[in-house]
């Protein structure tokens, strides 16, 4: 570490005075502070009835639109099921942390703890029909979208109960709904408005939410396919999962702009507090109406968030960052944390009832984990098996050698 440091000091020696301002301690943190907390408007006496919220007025920062409105209707039970749902989540992941660690998940691992607001969140924003596509911290997206948490782990571990019956990894998990988990750094955004393309062509009312993060923003192929969606005034949401640090850098190091909301042109943008799956949520269904029913044309969101872990599991996370910034994050801003705050002071649900929901969580995923390693590993001839989709294969299919031939 004290080497590294001299090899940074010596590199700011002789830098130009204008790039000196991209040392990696100029970070500007927008998610939200102590002080920024959505309020409770009124609550029926009727627990089935929504209760009416106000969020923060820094929930949210445009771009050439106004923002959504700040008042916010949901149910108890809404709430409850996003608590739940974030504490699935965050299980699975730190399941597949663990299994990382003890050498049964191999190869490349992208975990999205301390990101639950954002899967979470745009899920209970949109529609069953609805397209999500990102990059390869998807395991939520996933889960949510119709698959399961031993089809993932399954997926990670190699083993036939996958998604992709353990041949594909986290870069090839797919729902009917759900187009990956894609392993070419902002190549799964030109794909996405090409969804969005069908949706239109197809007269569908729907759009599709095309991922990235801010370590992908610069890619060429992003800014083409906002070219193409706006010229074409597709229902492409383009959304940018700013967790601050791309693969061992921070943003400021290398992008010029890191307001990723304004960088769409004539797209309009909204930066939204990802750490509050409330604002997430409403963002989300601000985005869909946008697209969808008033026919608007794309819009590009920011949800500013934050990885506790590093980029992946071969990434420590604190040669670029200090641990004490990840501990502060932890303890201020955590989006579970912050709900359960919110669920407790609205008399929503009593402490009790929420350890029980951590207790469920933890069970579903233990006995998904289970499954998942008691699955066989996949066998040498599902090798030749899901090169094209069902139904279209051809009848033979040959190997490596004109001679080894392969019958379906």
């Excluded at 100029?26 to 929504?50: C, F, H, I, V």
């Excluded at 979470?120 to 979208?145: Q, S, W």
Aim: glycine residues 10%; positive net charge.
């Amino acid at each position: 570490m004290a080497s590294l440091t001299r090899v940074n000091l010596r590199l700011s020696k002789r830098l130009p005075a204008s790039l000196k301002t991209l040392s990696p301690v100029a970070r500007n943190y927008t998610t939200s502070s102590g002080d920024s907390s959505t309020t409770l408007q009124n609550k029926p006496s009727d627990p089935s009835e929504p209760i009416t919220l106000k969020l923060h007025e820094d929930s949210f920062k445009s771009y050439l639109c106004d923002v959504p409105s700040l008042e916010v209707q949901i149910t108890k039970d809404e709430l409850l099921q996003m608590y739940k749902q974030m504490q699935t989540m965050r299980r699975m992941e730190m399941a597949a942390d663990a299994l990382y660690k003890a050498k049964l998940i191999r190869g490349f691992c992208h975990l999205a703890i301390g990101q639950e607001a954002v899967s979470v969140g745009l899920e209970h924003g949109i529609t069953k029909d609805d397209r999500v596509i990102t990059a390869y911290r998807c395991h939520p997206f996933a889960v949510l979208r119709g698959g399961t948490i031993a089809g993932v782990i399954g997926e990670l571990l190699g083993r036939q109960i996958g998604m992709s019956h353990g041949k594909g990894g986290s870069m090839h998990i797919f729902t009917p709904s759900f187009f990956g988990g894609n392993g070419i750094v902002g190549a799964q955004v030109p794909v996405g408005a090409g969804v969005s393309f069908a949706q239109k062509y197809k007269g569908e009312k729907n759009c599709t939410f095309a991922m990235y993060g801010d370590g992908a923003s610069n890619q060429g192929q992003v800014f083409e396919a906002f070219n193409m969606a706006k010229l074409w005034n597709l229902p492409t949401v383009f959304v940018c999962e700013n967790n601050k640090y791309g693969m061992g850098t921070s943003a400021a190091r290398s992008s010029s702009n890191t307001e990723y909301f304004t960088r769409g042109d004539k797209i309009p943008g909204l930066q939204v507090n990802g750490m509050d799956i409330i604002a997430t949520k409403r963002a989300v269904e601000f985005a869909r109406n946008w697209t969808v029913n008033e026919e608007k044309g794309p819009l590009l969101l920011e949800f500013v968030t934050y990885r506790y872990g590093g980029h992946s599991m071969s990434d420590p996370g604190t040669t670029y960052r200090t641990r004490e910034e990840v501990q502060r994050m932890r303890s201020t801003q955590d989006p579970i944390r912050g709900l359960q705050k919110y669920i407790e002071e609205w008399g929503v649900a009593g402490e009790q009832e929420l350890k029980q929901l951590d207790k469920d969580a933890k069970a579903e995923v233990d006995k998904a984990v289970e499954e998942a390693k008691a699955s066989p590993e996949p066998k040498i001839k599902d090798l030749w098996t899901d090169i094209y989709y069902k139904g279209t294969e051809p009848p033979r299919m040959r190997g490596r050698e004109r001679e080894e031939v392969h019958v379906y």
